[in-house]
C-alpha cells in the first residue's frame, strides 16, 4: 500500500501562483509513476501531468503544458506540482496517484487539495 497527502492548494488570484506537494509513504515511492490529476466542479476527473520514476520523463496535458511543472523527490517520498499563471479554469480539487505498476492503473491516490483561483 501507499499513502499520499496532498497540501498546497488554497485561494489565489488569476495570473499567480501555486505548488502543491504530495508526501508519499509506505511502499518504496522511487518506483512509482506519480501523476497529478484534477477534477473541476460537475466534471469529471481529468490528467494533468505525469513523472516517471526517475523524474527523467514527464507530460502534460495541454491544458496547463507551459505553466504547470511536475518534479519529484525521490529521497523526500515527495512529487511536487509548481503552477504558475494560473486561470479561473484551473480551479478544481488537485488530487495525486501512483501507479501500482510501470504503465498501469493509478492505483493509490490521495484526499485533494482544493486550488481555487479568482479572476
Known amino acids: 500500500q501507499v499513502q499520499l497527502v496532498e497540501s498546497g492548494g488554497g485561494l489565489v488570484q488569476a495570473g499567480g501562483s501555486l505548488r502543491l506537494s504530495c508526501a508519499a509513504s509506505?511502499?518504496?515511492?522511487?518506483?512509482?509513476?506519480m501523476g497529478w490529476f484534477r477534477q473541476a466542479p460537475g466534471k469529471e476527473r481529468e490528467f494533468v501531468a505525469a513523472i516517471s520514476w526517475s523524474g527523467g520523463t514527464t507530460n502534460y496535458a495541454d491544458s496547463v503544458k507551459g505553466r504547470f511543472t511536475i518534479s519529484r523527490d525521490n529521497a523526500k517520498n515527495t512529487v511536487y506540482l509548481q503552477m504558475h499563471s494560473l486561470k479561473p479554469e484551473d480551479t478544481a480539487v488537485y488530487y495525486c496517484a501512483a501507479q501500482g505498476v510501470p504503465g498501469g492503473n493509478y492505483d493509490f491516490w490521495g484526499q485533494g487539495t482544493r486550488v481555487t483561483v479568482s479572476s
Open positions: 509506505g511502499r518504496t515511492f522511487s518506483r512509482f509513476t
